[in-house]
Nanobody, 126 residues
Framework: QVQLVESGGGLVQAGGSLRLSCAAS????????MAWFRQVPGKEREFVAA????????YYADSVKGRFTISRDNGKNTVHLQMSSLNAEDTAVYSC???????????????????WGQGAQVTVSS
């Protein structure tokens, strides 16, 4: 049974930082590309960041580039999203997702990802 479990969400003031973690089980973590998406009620799911299964490449949405950092720890089957300089527009439910390494769809496309976590709420107060 595959599980992706996010943690670290919460309420933070604008300009602050927060670190999300996603613990994976039931998959061979080292051969999965991992990503973070976010969603606000009434809007489409938005790509935030991804890290290649090899760990050699990272990808970011323009809106978070320079503020967010994605990383992975294959020894702990965990992916992290370090978020800094947060603003109200970052308020959303953040979900991690896993994609088998040979999947063809673009890394920013949610269709690419087979497994999803339940999501963690991040609220930025202004």
């Amino acid at each position: 049974q595959v599980q992706l479990v996010e943690s670290g969400g919460g309420l933070v003031q604008a300009g602050g930082s927060l670190r999300l973690s996603c613990a994976a089980s039931g998959i061979t973590f080292s051969v999965y590309t991992m990503a973070w998406f976010r969603q606000v009620p009434g809007k489409e799911r938005e790509f935030v960041a991804a890290i290649h299964w090899s760990g050699t490449s990272t990808y970011y949405a323009d809106s978070v580039k320079g503020r967010f950092t994605i990383s992975r720890d294959n020894g702990k089957n965990t992916v992290h999203l370090q978020m800094s300089s947060l603003n109200a527009e970052d308020t959303a439910v953040y979900s991690c997702a896993a994609s088998w390494k040979s999947t063809a769809q673009p890394i920013t496309d949610p269709v690419r990802y087979t497994y999803w976590g339940q999501g963690a709420q991040v609220t930025v107060s202004s």
